[in-house]
């Protein structure tokens, strides 16, 4: 049935009206003021003007009833109506009123109204549905930003407020395994009666929920905290009678907690779908979380036993060497007679027992030296060398024992002399492994060495090499030493640098070692910011090489130099760079003056303070050649002749890279 409300005083017009509607509810009203209170009490659907209506202006009216939701119709007859009326009016129909028209045109526009209603309601539950979607997707993307399980819950139920308005929450999680930890956020404050309620609640919910509870929760050592909106009004048991929605926070079967909210407006399905995604949402965040949890603190007792088992196997190998030492030096006595005759066989014996204690003695340097370098003590002794007597050296170190396998060892030296920035002894150290390797694994043809100066982009290596090659740029020395042996399968390549790695073949096991080599090698060619990789062909033999930087070379002095700095920086000592941008005028000026060194460098404003010369340890120049040649050798006297004053300080220079943009002026230690 629909509702009219008719404004005519023509009683022509007010009977086609009733005749037209007469199954419908119609209320006659010709008073200016009574309208408005029909129009707001009985919320009418059409009202039926008179346009001829004389008793009021229609211009106020119609202009207010617009702000009413109703249909409007004005009769027009014989008044003229301007603007102000029409504008405001939704439907117009001509006197004398054709029923039929009437009829159809109220009952069209009932219709159309009756769907833009719908169209609003489901407009506005769209807009609503989008708000949650839209908390849903900002919650979600906000978990997925943190691993720390407070923030998580956090942002959980910060979602759920903003979607669903609840005036209070309840959450329970772990804190740590035995932390419950219950969250209370409440729009007013709680009375203690209702938080104990709320703590046995949580306990109950707690038990009932999981079959096999992992902790016992008692009501003393569940925390609570409260966040209170407002402290103007005090909730009671009350809001326990409020609508409310709980769920779990599990994940398959481990168990976080629980959410519960509580509100006086009843929630609906979709509520309840909203609420349960959100929660379901966190789950997985903040099972990475545990995850992250656990590792840290596993990866903390890893650090803390690999830094165990370094201390000791660093005070095991300690105390080895010192009674090792005394038998090797016992063994020696014996072997040269003095303290006494002995019969041959007695020598064979004691012989055997020296080698035996010479090999031991090697394996605890070897396991010394993976100690240090893993706790980064490893020293080094960096100078400007030549690698090429270092081989030398290590040949003729190695040749007897060579020779003993009827195999000779070749070096061919490089073409091209170059200098290159190392610490002999460990270089030293890493060429008699790799010798001593290729004369274990080899038992015919020569072992070669060859030594050559090649640019990092010449050089060919395996695949599974790759990540240490491919970030070296600029000139290398590249040392490489070839047998003819056993070789090795192209899937053990890289593991060779592996520790304690063996390659299960009859003869590595024969010849026996600690699989330390190649691995001490591999870092103390890190520490050269070189590397070290191998080649092999299974019963073909293998190559080992290995590169250091160049040292004059334009691209690497800048790595190597970076290098040093650091080095003397951590020694405690300082490094001047020079920079010779001087005529040679002003450097032989310069090298006259008696304070020559500290004025260079005030020259070049590089060393703030006068008198730091004393703790240089090195001084860096770049420049072109000949004044960079001419001022080192100017240096190289002045540090001879004042030893005591100077010490030890090495000079390196690198010409022709004058205006390089990542230089900087000096270290300081
Ligand atoms: P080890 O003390 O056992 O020789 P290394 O680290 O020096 O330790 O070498 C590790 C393993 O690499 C060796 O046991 C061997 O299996 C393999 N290997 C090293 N050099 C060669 C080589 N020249 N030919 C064949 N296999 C080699």
Redesign the pocket.
Known sequence: MTKFLLISEDNGKIETVNKVFSSDEIIPCTDETMIFDVLKVEEPDVVIIDGDIDKFDLKPLCRKIKSFPVVSLLIIGEKEHNKDVTHNINLFIKAPIDEKLLEATVDSSLKTRQSLLKMTKSNQELAASLYQLNVLYNTSSQLAGTLDKDKLVQIMIEGIEKSLNFEMSCTLIFRSEREPVLIINSLYKISDRLLEALKLRAILSYKSLLTDPPYDIKIGNLKIEKNIKHNIKEYDFSILRYDNLFAPIMLNDEFFGFEEIYREHPFSTEDATVFQTLVRQVTIPLQSASFTQELKATNRKLQKLERLKSEFISIVSHELRTPLTAIKNAMDIILSGKAGDMTENIEKFVSMGKRNAIRLSG?IN?LLDISKIEAGKMDFKFELMNVEPVIEYVRSNLLEVAREKGLDIVFTPSAKQVEVYADSNRLEQVLT??V???I???TQGNIEISATVVNARELRYDQCFEEDIKKLQGNYLLVC?E?H????ERK?LN???DKF?????S??RK???????????RQLMEAHNGAIW?D?EVGK??K?YFVIPVANDKSNFLMIRKQLAQQARSNGSTIAVIKIKSTNDTIEKLLNDKNLLNKTYMANSMIEKDGLMTTLSLILMDGDKPSAEFLKKKIDSVIEQNKDLYGKCDIMYSYEIEGDTHEKDSYSG
């Open positions: 394996i070897d492994n790799l001593s390797n290729a274990k694994f080899t030493v047998d042996g056993i070789g090795i053990d593991h060779v640098f790695a063996q390659i299960e073949n003869l590595s010849v026996g070692g600690t699989g330390l080599g190649l691995p001490i090698a191998c092999s033999g293998s080992f």
